[in-house]
């Protein structure tokens, strides 16, 4: 499982997504995906994203913090809380989130998607194993704290994680809260908060539709 900048800060990483260019009727379109891509995720990236999540979770603590059946669930109940980067169509890094309405998180946290909820509990953020040490991880969180700042409702993001990941956290700006009343087999966990003023931020952004469109975004990652 950086300190936050604004989105006209973030131009450098962003480029929004364009319409395509008009083609006369006699020349064929050539279909090319992008370079790097990141969207929602939906059921049809479960298995990828589960193949990621097992090999990164498996071999370090053994076991998962989603199994399939969970990944489908919650990618059917809430996919705009889920964050997918992709490479030439690839998935390569991903974040998975759902709603929560209770101060800490408790065992049913681990399964619900509150849907009146302000906390937004974040179940898993995974890199690929190729595509570690390359800074996905926290860029992604990064971009992910971004896009929970953009809807009104949401007041927090939470999580829980092993103490050893505690300062990769603590690097995105996430306070600990004490000790998690979650325990996994012998496992046990720190949760985690940070703060999100989406409010705030809302009437700060006289381009609140920018916003809206965020998340549709592709990376030129050559700097990476």
Partial sequence: ??????????????KLMQPPPSVSPGIQRRHTLPASEVRP??????ISVFEIEREAFISASGECPLHL?????FLTLCPE?????????RLVAFIIGSLWDQDRLTTDALT???????TVHIHVLAVHRTFRQQGKGPILMWRYLQYLRCLPNVRRAVLMCEDFLIPFYRKSGFKVLGRCAITVGSLT???????????????RNKFVFGCFLFIFVSFSVSKF
């Fill in 189 to 203: 966990f720190t949760e985690m908060w940070y703060p999100i003023s989406g409010h705030a931020y809302m009437r």
């Fill in 81 to 89: 809380l889920s964050m997918g980067w992709f490479e030439e169509g």
């Fill in 112 to 118: 619900l998607h509150k849907t009146h909820g302000s």
């Fill in 1 to 14: 499982m950086t300190r936050m900048m604004s989105i006209a800060g973030a131009q450098p990483f962003i």
């Fill in 41 to 46: 995720l939906n059921t049809q990236d479960a």
């Fill in 69 to 73: 059946d969970e990944v489908r669930h």
